[in-house]
């Protein structure tokens, strides 16, 4: 059973830092496209970053480039997403998400198949 679970929100101080941490099982880790995608109340999900299975390629919404930094480790399958410089409008439930087989990133909510149950990220003003 492929299962994705999240930890590592907590509420911060605009400029602070959070390191999210996404817990993999079920699939070989390595192979596989993991996807950060956040949730804002009365907002639809959007894509945050995602690195790439294989090459390990990563990527960034515009609105976190230079503030987000996402990686992996293998050996935990294990994918992080430390946040730096936080913003109030950075505040949401954060999820990671992977698809049922081995693809590219993408921006895409529906192209993935297993979600996290979310963690909450929330930044005072």
């Known amino acids: 059973e492929v299962q994705l679970v999240e930890s590592g929100g907590g509420l911060v101080q605009a400029g602070g830092s959070l390191r999210l941490s996404c817990a993999a099982s079920?699939?070989?880790?390595?192979?596989?496209?993991i996807g950060w995608f956040r949730q804002a109340p009365g907002k639809e999900r959007e894509g945050v970053s995602c690195?790439?299975?294989?090459?390990?390629?990563?990527y960034y919404a515009d609105s976190v480039k230079g503030r987000f930094t996402i990686s992996s480790d293998n050996a935990k399958n294990t994918v992080y997403l430390q946040l730096n410089s936080l913003r109030p409008e950075d505040t949401a439930v954060y999820y990671c998400?992977?698809?049922?087989?081995?693809?590219?990133?993408?921006?895409?909510?529906?192209?993935?198949?297993?979600w996290g149950q979310g963690t909450q990220v929330t930044v005072s003003s």
């Open positions: 079920g699939f070989t880790f390595d192979d596989y496209t």
């Open positions: 690195i790439s299975g294989g090459d390990g390629s990563t």
């Open positions: 998400a992977a698809p049922i087989n081995p693809a590219p990133c993408s921006w895409y909510v529906d192209e993935y198949d297993y």
